[in-house]
C-alpha cells in the first residue's frame, strides 16, 4: 500500500483535552453527585409518582446517565487504541468503577418500575406525558421476574467488576499483546494479532497456511489459561442465571433481544438446512483456484487475478459514493466521521483487534474504529462501521437515551446494509468477468461469514453452556465442541487440520457477548429481505427505511419489522433472505 496519506486517528477532543484532563475526575463526581441526589429524592417513591412525575423523574435519569457515560465512554475508546499504556489502562479501570457507583445508586429505577403494580401501570399508560416512555417502561417490566432486590442487585454489580468483567478485561489484555515473530516475502518482524489473521488473505498459499497455524498454536498455547477464563464466564452466567430463575442459557439474551425463543430456533435451523449450498460454493472456489480441495486456510483466499489493494482515500470515496446512491442524506451523514476525525483506521500494537462503532449517547458524536490494510475485505468493514455510524447518528437526533439503542438483533441492519451498497456499487462499474468474479466471491463469503459461520458459531456457544453445566470443560471438550459444529458447516468441502479446533479460543465474542453471534445472521438476512424490498419498491422504499433507522430502540423489532411489511414470526422469512445467497452461487457457478 502506498498511499500518501497516513492512516487517521481519532480526535477525541469533544470529550476530554487528554487521559489526565481534570475534567474526567470532575465529571465523574458531578454524575455521582447528581445520582446521589436523584436517589435521595426518588428511591422508595416510583410508585408513588404520577404519569407526567414519572416523565419528569426519567427526564432526569437519562440526564445523569448521559454525564455518567462520559468518562467511561472516553476511557474506552482511549485504551481501545491504546491498551499498553499503564495510564490508560488505569483510566480505564477507575472509569468503569466511578460508572459502576453512578448506576448502583441509580439501579432502584429501573427496579421499582419492574415491581410496580399492575394498576399503577395502567394509570402510568393513560398518561401522555409517559408516551415517550412507553417502550422503556414495558422492557423494564419484562425482566420484573428476574430482578432481585436493590441491596441484591447491587452486589452483584460489584462482585462483577471483580468478576465476570475482570476475565473478560484479561482475554482482552492477554490477546492484545500478543506479538508474532513473523516471516512475510523475506521480512521477519513482530506483527499484532490483526495483522497475522489479514495473511489469511494472501494470494501465497504456504503464506497464508504459516499464518493461520501460527495464530492457532498461538492460541492453543495460552489454552490453559483460555479455557479457564471461558469456563470461569461460562459458570458465572449459570450462577447469575440461576439466581434469577433463567431456564436456559439463551434465556436472558432471547428477553433482552425481545425475540420469541420459536424465532432463533426457525433462523438456526434454516441457516444449517442451507449449509450444501455453502459447502457448493466452496467446491465451486476450490475448482476456481485450481486446488482438489479447499483448506481452513483457503476459506479466505483471494482470486488470482482479483484482488488489488485499495489506498485509504479511495475506500473513503467508494463508501461514501455508495451510501450517496441511496439517500444523500446517508451520504452526508457517512461523510461527516471523515471530515471530523471521527475513526482511527491505522493498525498499531496495542490497539485493539477487529472493527467497531461505538455509538456514544444523543448529542455527542458516534465514532468508527478499524484495522485498515487496503484490501477489499477493509472496505468492506468500512463500509459496515459507517452502516453502524449513520444508524447512530440517525437515532441520535430523533431519540432519547433511552431509546436510542436499537436491540441486538437489529443492531447490524445498516451496517450490512452499508456493506450491500458498496457491493452494488462496485458491482454495476465493473465489465471485467474476473474482477466481477471477485467481487461476486467477497459478496458470497462474506454472507457465509456473517451467515453460516455465525449459525454455527452460536450452535457451539449453546452446546458449551449446556455442557458447562455437568462441570468444568476441559480444553480438550471444547477443541470437540467447536470441531464438530466446524464439521458440519464445511462437510467434506473443506478439509480442517488439528490446530483448527482452537478456534473457539480467538473468538472475543464468545468471551464478552453471550448468544450476540446470531445478530450476524439475523441482520444479514434481514438485510436481504430489504434489499428485495428496495428491488421491487424503488425509491418508496428510502424514506421507510431512513424511519427505520431513526426509530433506534424505541419499540420492539417485531414491530419495527411489521411497520416494513416484515413478519419475523413467519419461518418462510428466513428461507427467503437465504434464496438470495443461493441465487448468488448460482450466478458464480457461471462465470467459474
Ligand atoms: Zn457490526
Keep these: 500500500m502506498h498511499d500518501p496519506q497516513p492512516l487517521p486517528h481519532w480526535n477525541l477532543g469533544d470529550l476530554y483535552a487528554a487521559i489526565d484532563d481534570p475534567a474526567i475526575a470532575r465529571d465523574q463526581r458531578e454524575a455521582l453527585d447528581r445520582a446521589t441526589r436523584f436517589a435521595e429524592a426518588f428511591r422508595g417513591r416510583v410508585h408513588g409518582l404520577d404519569g407526567e412525575a414519572l416523565a419528569a423523574a426519567l427526564g432526569a435519569y437519562e440526564a445523569v446517565l448521559a454525564l455518567a457515560y462520559r468518562p467511561q465512554m472516553f476511557a474506552s475508546l482511549a485504551s481501545s487504541v491504546d491498551s499498553l499504556d499503564e495510564a490508560t489502562r488505569a483510566l480505564s479501570t477507575r472509569a468503569t468503577e466511578a460508572a459502576t457507583a453512578v448506576m448502583n445508586e441509580l439501579r432502584f429505577v429501573d427496579i421499582e418500575l419492574a415491581t410496580a403494580p399492575d394498576e399503577t401501570v395502567q394509570r402510568w399508560k393513560s398518561s401522555a406525558a409517559l408516551a415517550p ?60 494479532l490483526a495483522e497475522m489473521r489479514s495473511l489469511r488473505m494472501e494470494p501465497d498459499r504456504a503464506l497464508r497456511a504459516r499464518a493461520h497455524a501460527a495464530v492457532l498454536d498461538r492460541f492453543q498455547r495460552e489454552s490453559t489459561v483460555i479455557s479457564y477464563l471461558v469456563n470461569t464466564v461460562y459458570q458465572d452466567h449459570r450462577a447469575e442465571n440461576a439466581l434469577r430463575g433463567y431456564a436456559t442459557p439463551e434465556a436472558p439474551t432471547l428477553l433482552d433481544d425481545e425475540l420469541p425463543r420459536a424465532t432463533l430456533d426457525a433462523l438456526l435451523t434454516a441457516v444449517e ?46 463508501v461514501l459514493a455508495s451510501f450517496d446512491a441511496l439517500s444523500p442524506r446517508l451520504g452526508d451523514l457517512a461523510g461527516r466521521f471523515f471530515t471530523e476525525q471521527r475513526i482511527d483506521a491505522e493498525p498499531r500494537l496495542g490497539k485493539r483487534d477487529g472493527a467497531f462503532c461505538a455509538g456514544m449517547v444523543p448529542g455527542l458524536a458516534p465514532r468508527v474504529m478499524v484495522n485498515f ?74 454472507a457465509l461469514g456473517t451467515i453460516h459461520r455465525q449459525v454455527c458459531f452460536t450452535r457451539y456457544e449453546m452446546n458449551a453452556h449446556a455442557r458447562r453445566a455437568d462441570g468444568m470443560i476441559p480444553a480438550s471438550e471444547l477443541c470437540a465442541l467447536w470441531s464438530t459444529e466446524l464439521g458440519r458447516f464445511y462437510g467434506d468441502a473443506v478439509e480442517r487440520g488439528a490446530h483448527d479446533a482452537w478456534g473457539w479460543a480467538g473468538i472475543p465474542h464468545l468471551i464478552h457477548y453471550r448468544f450476540y453471534c446470531y445478530s450476524y445472521a439475523f441482520g444479514q438476512l434481514l438485510v436481504f429481505a430489504l434489499y428485495d424490498l428496495w428491488e421491487r419498491d424503488g425509491d418508496a422504499f428510502v424514506p421507510r427505511y431512513l424511519e427505520l433507522l431513526a426509530s433506534g430502540g424505541c419499540d420492539s423489532p417485531q414491530k419495527l419489522l411489521a411497520a416494513m411489511g416484515l413478519d419475523i414470526a413467519d419461518p418462510t422469512f428466513w428461507r427467503r433472505g437465504l434464496a438470495v445467497v443461493t441465487r448468488m452461487v448460482d450466478e458464480f457457478r457461471a462465470l467459474v
Design 133 to 192: 416512555f412507553a417502550h422503556y417502561l414495558d422492557r423494564a417490566r419484562i425482566f420484573a421476574p428476574h430482578t432481585k432486590s436493590d441491596e441484591v442487585e447491587r452486589a452483584l454489580a460489584t462482585k462483577n467488576l471483580t468478576g465476570r468483567r475482570a476475565w473478560t478485561q484479561l482475554y482482552d489484555e492477554l490477546t492484545s499483546a500478543f506479538s508474532f515473530d513473523f516471516e512475510v516475502r523475506g521480512e521477519t518482524k513482530p506483527r499484532t
Design 273 to 318: 438446512d442451507h449449509y450444501p449450498v455453502a459447502q457448493e460454493y466452496f467446491r465451486l472456489k476450490a475448482r476456481g483456484l485450481g486446488l482438489d480441495r479447499l483448506a481452513t486456510h483457503d476459506v479466505l483466499a483471494p482470486w488470482p487475478d482479483g484482488e488489488r489493494t485499495v489506498a485509504w482515500s479511495d475506500a473513503r470515496d467508494e
Design 373 to 446: 490494510l487496503g484490501r477489499l475485505h477493509d472496505v468492506m468493514t468500512l463500509a459496515h462501521e459507517l452502516g453502524h455510524g449513520v444508524h447512530f447518528a440517525l437515532a441520535g437526533e430523533r431519540q432519547r437515551l433511552l431509546n436510542y439503542w436499537p436491540t441486538t438483533p437489529m443492531a447490524e441492519t445498516a451496517s450490512v446494509f452499508g456493506e450491500m451498497m458498496l457491493a452494488r456499487r462496485l458491482l454495476a462499474r465493473e465489465g471485467d468477468p474476473a474482477v466481477r468474479r471477485q467481487l461476486l466471491a467477497s459478496r458470497i463469503e462474506d
